[in-house]
């Protein structure tokens, strides 16, 4: 490992050397390691598409900043994500669901109501039951470390996925046939394709030029886990108050995740404060519908924004997940588009691996940027109205919605289509998403 | 894989390695070209791998057989070949492709034979192929019979042979001359001439007198709201056809 590190650094060095004439052009480093795919940033996203790829035939890199066993620990990451049917059926066919299943609590109904802090919800108000649409759950709620540790066993099975970590890739440098990744540790990795896995702010896409859109929503998500006498039943309720949308989740056991949205000031302030006083403001937003409820554990906070990227594909280089977009959390959607793209690209480079075509044929990756994203900027934009229509206190918009809502309650197929949508299992649907091999 | 040696001479790699980023690049001139070749390759290789007993979408379907890629171009089929397994041949009667493509071939690491040579002198040095891929190539040459006649003599008995051409129909005069190179600009002006174009039953007789048996005519059209190409039944644009030489 000592002797990889110092060789990669000698090779930067040579890097640096002021250009020769162009008749004999600077050696290129000598890379380290050599695979099909170099996937920047292991997190969920980065990962499942290691996996998918690495199971039928690609060898992949996957590399990240923080080593494996901080990733793991609960305090790196206390949330939960709701992993749509359609994710769930990847997971499975991916072989990853085992390792997960005792700790994935199945979404039964989902439940949509207006109100205000301390008041009881809305008479008016949509319920939708799984029942409704088949015999499968909504989705589920995983643990984000408990994802991420099901993930790790998948990939440690796998002989064509190698794992470096902790290590960042600085910067990619694309050639007409190949494309080397400089690594923070000197390191110098060779692939046909480097996919940018590497999150919200991602440096990978900055450095390739691809501008993003979006706007700050002025809103701090927060994101805690709580413990209640009574079992949820699988229940996700969704409460419309002034200051944003206020979620609670069922996880395993008589727990629920909350994902609450204030404006910036009041979020600032709920962080703040001590848990006791933490725990009433909860009380009079969740209720008492469950007994007793209390918080656990830490507290988690972020900024809401929407950011959608220009483009998704560059010379030898591809954006997926948060690199790509990131949308407001209202609808639970951020991880199941980033599992989307992670469905769409494995298919369209293992379809292309099976014909031959290496992994950073430009025709290939123009397929993944055409099929995702349309579908990434219209949730971007339905998850911006939903927000907008939702953390508002206007009497007048306060009853529209309400009576919005009791509308799609009472007219069935417009309230299947919700529900179809909340599975994620509408449009042309990769064969991961499916439940079918790749 | 090594690549194995080439009949590049170093000095003309930095010329050649322009074309060859021409050849491949995918929105380039030979976009059209590149936007086909998924579809020709699954072809190609579900048809192969059926004839030879082999799983198509195992990770070397084509391994073991030696394959001949006759105006193999810049080796926009002969590299995908090389990677499925095959052991390939790539012929093209214009230096500077076969100097193009052995100069990409090479970066790439893919041991691929690239020969300046016809169909008629390799026929004439007894070389003998598996399968023998001749693609957008018929409606190019001067003799269909005599190049024909090459082509099917080096299929080995249990072999196979793939064609790939445009039909001499009005229709195919409108799409892929009038709207291919005039309207949309996808084809340099002058790429084709309708009056080479050659009719299935030309094709069949050819293939016959060849000493081969077509299997099927198969056929290919773009889809635009898609944006990609697909096979049809349709053979009066692009088309093509399997033929196997009996063992």
Redesign the interface.
């Known amino acids: 490992m000592q002797l990889d590190k110092e060789g990669g650094a000698r090779n930067i060095a040579c890097m640096t050397q002021p250009a020769p004439t162009p008749e004999a052009p600077t050696p290129a480093p000598t890379p380290i390691q050599t695979a099909d795919l170099v996937i920047a940033g292991g997190g969920m996203v980065g990962l499942t598409l290691a996996v998918a790829c690495a199971r039928a035939g690609l060898s992949v890199i996957v590399v990240d900043a923080e080593a494996r066993a901080t990733q793991l620990d609960e305090a790196f990451d206390g949330r939960a994500s709701a992993v749509a049917l359609a994710a769930c059926r990847m997971l499975k066919s991916l072989g990853i669901w085992p390792d997960l299943e005792g700790e994935a609590q199945p979404i039964l109904d989902i439940r949509v109501s207006d109100g205000r802090a301390g008041r009881r919800p809305s008479s008016l108000f949509l319920h939708f039951d799984h029942g409704a649409i088949g015999d499968e759950p909504f989705g589920h709620l995983i643990e984000n470390r408990v994802l991420r540790r099901a993930l790790d066993r998948s990939a440690a099975r796998l002989a064509g996925l190698v794992q470096i970590n902790p290590a960042t890739v600085l910067r990619v440098e694309a050639g007409p046939d190949r494309t080397l990744a400089h690594l923070s540790d000197g390191r110098v990795l060779a692939a046909q394709l480097v996919v940018a896995a590497d999150g919200r702010n991602s440096r990978l896409r900055t450095a390739a030029g691809i501008a993003t859109r979006g706007w700050s929503y002025g809103q701090t998500g927060i994101v805690a886990t709580v413990t209640h006498e009574r079992p949820h039943q699988g229940l996700a309720h969704e409460l419309f108050l002034p200051g944003g949308p206020f979620a609670s989740l069922p996880l395993t056991g008589n727990r629920s995740s909350l994902v609450w949205t204030e404006r910036h000031a009041l979020a600032e302030a709920l962080m703040q404060l001590p848990k006791s006083a933490f725990d009433d403001e909860i009380r009079r937003r969740f209720g008492d519908h469950l007994g007793h409820v209390e918080s656990t554990g830490p507290r988690w906070s972020w900024p809401l924004a929407l950011h959608l990227a220009d483009r998704y594909v560059a010379p030898r280089l591809v954006l997926v997940g948060d690199a790509a977009h990131g949308i407001h959390p209202i609808a639970g959607q951020g991880l199941n588009l980033g599992l989307r793209d992670v469905a769409a690209l494995a298919e369209v480079l293992v379809d292309g691996h099976r014909l031959g075509l290496e992994a950073g044929d430009a025709g290939l990756l123009e397929r993944y940027q055409r099929w995702r994203r349309l579908d990434n900027v219209m949730l971007g934009v339905v998850t911006d109205g939903l927000n907008r229509l939702f953390s508002n206190d206007l009497a007048p918009v306060r009853l529209a919605r309400d009576l919005g809502l009791a509308a799609v309650e009472r007219i069935g197929p417009l309230k299947r289509f919700f529900m179809r949508h909340a599975s994620g299992t509408v449009g042309t649907l990769p064969r991961l998403l499916e439940g079918r091999p790749l | 894989m090594t690549a194995q040696s080439t009949t590049v001479d170093p000095s003309e790699i930095a010329r050649f390695?322009a074309i060859?980023?021409e050849w491949?690049?995918?929105?380039g001139k030979f976009k059209p070209l590149?936007?086909f070749?998924?579809t020709r390759?699954?072809y190609i290789?579900d048809r192969v791998a059926t004839h030879f007993g082999r799983d198509?979408?195992s990770?070397q379907p084509l391994a073991g057989l030696r394959l001949l890629d006759i105006g193999c171009g810049g080796g926009l089929l002969s590299?995908?070949?090389?990677?499925?397994g095959a052991s390939v041949v790539g012929a093209d009667a214009a230096e500077r492709n076969v100097k193009t493509a052995a100069v990409?071939a090479d970066?790439?690491g893919l041991a691929i034979d690239y020969r300046h040579t016809t169909a008629e002198a390799l026929a004439a040095a007894g070389e003998q192929f598996d399968v023998v891929l001749n693609m957008e190539v018929v409606e190019h040459v001067a003799d269909i019979g005599l190049f024909m006649n090459a082509c099917a003599a080096m299929v080995k008995p249990g072999g196979l042979m793939l064609v790939a051409t445009l039909n001499r129909t009005p229709k195919a005069f409108a799409l892929a001359i009038v709207g291919a190179e005039y309207v949309l600009g996808w084809l340099p002006r002058g790429t084709h001439t309708w009056s080479k174009f050659v009719k299935p039953g030309e094709l069949d007789s050819a293939l016959t007198a060849g000493g081969l048996s077509r299997v099927e005519f198969q056929g290919v059209s773009f889809d635009p709201l898609a944006?990609r190409w697909r096979l049809t039944g349709d053979l009066g644009v692009n088309y093509m056809a399997l033929a196997t030489r009996p063992a």
Do not use: K
């Open positions: 390695s060859a980023d491949w690049d995918p929105n590149h936007r070749n998924p390759l699954e290789r198509p979408r990770a590299e995908p070949m090389a990677r499925l990409h970066r790439a944006d």
